[in-house]
């Protein structure tokens, strides 16, 4: 009896695991959401500055709805952290690869919460710019420019998590977790951050912080791994959940 009652718990205790990793699962879409409602509706940010744009136009920019500004970024730094949720739940999907140990699952959760600090802080300094209207419009723009280029160009973190995945998924021989293509997927995707690294360099032209390639290339590739990982994590999970006896 006592046998069967605890194998009744691990039978439980697993089913609530896998429960609670396709909920935090559900973080990176609900976290992009509170992006996208905070930074496009809200606060209007969309389309980006330009990196030229004259101090005084800057400075009217931040200033003409300054509320909209705050409660935009307010939301961008409440939702950012739901990221960290689904890096999590990926994590345990790495540590059925890994095993005991799972250094390479742990590195991910490790750096993909770093992650999160690279997408809270750019919406700190957004608000700060307009948070003290008798600032210098130079003053307002070293606040922007400490805003859009951590933004645009501190992919670091980032690369070396995809980097991370990917390396665990190819060491797995037998592919009883992830498919190997998902493997070079995250690596691929991982290299194509490179391009957002040039924003230091140039203020026009396809590496400026609002260009196609440092921008709109490295929007769109984050966004597709979003959908992918999700989209592959969420089937595993829910296999797992059916192996267990659940729907």
């Known amino acids: 009896m006592t046998s069967a009652v605890q194998t009744q718990r691990e039978h439980q205790q697993a089913l609530l695991s896998l429960k609670n990793q396709l909920l935090c699962l559900w973080g990176g879409p609900a976290g992009a959401a509170g992006w996208f409602?905070?930074?496009?509706?809200?606060?209007?940010?969309?389309?980006?500055?330009?990196?030229?744009?004259?101090?005084?136009?800057?400075?009217?920019?931040?200033?003409?709805?300054a509320n909209a500004l705050f409660a935009g970024?307010?939301?961008?730094?409440?939702?950012?952290?739901?990221?960290?949720?689904?890096?999590a739940a990926i994590s345990e999907q790495l540590k059925r690869i890994e095993g005991s140990g799972a250094v390479l699952a742990n590195a991910q959760m490790v750096l993909g919460s770093l992650m999160v600090l690279f997408f809270i802080l750019p919406a700190f300094n957004l608000g700060i710019a307009?948070?003290?209207?008798?600032?210098?419009?130079?003053?307002?723009?070293?606040?922007?420019?400490?805003?859009?280029?951590?933004?645009?160009?501190?992919?670091?973190?980032?690369?070396?998590?995809?980097?991370?995945?990917?390396?665990?998924?190819?060491?797995?021989?037998?592919?009883?977790?992830f498919p190997r293509w998902l493997g070079h997927f995250n690596i691929w995707v991982a290299l194509s951050l490179i391009l957002a690294g040039f924003t230091f360099f140039t203020k026009t032209g396809p590496f400026a912080w609002d260009g196609a390639a440092a921008l709109w290339i490295v929007v769109v590739t984050f966004e597709a791994w979003f959908l992918v990982m999700f989209w592959?994590?969420?089937?595993?999970?829910?296999?797992?959940?059916?192996?267990?006896?659940?729907?």
């Open 37 to 65: 409602i905070g930074f496009f509706v809200i606060a209007g940010l969309f389309p980006p500055i330009s990196p030229n744009m004259p101090v005084d136009a800057l400075k009217a920019y931040y200033l003409k709805d």
């Open 73 to 87: 970024c307010c939301i961008m730094m409440f939702t950012t952290p739901l990221f960290a949720c689904m890096y």
């Open 130 to 177: 307009a948070f003290r209207p008798e600032r210098s419009a130079e003053a307002i723009q070293t606040l922007s420019d400490g805003a859009w280029l951590p933004f645009v160009s501190a992919f670091q973190t980032t690369f070396w998590t995809w980097i991370v995945i990917g390396v665990a998924i190819l060491r797995d021989k037998d592919q009883k977790v």
């Open 232 to 247: 592959v994590v969420r089937k595993n999970l829910r296999e797992q959940m059916r192996a267990l006896g659940a729907g």
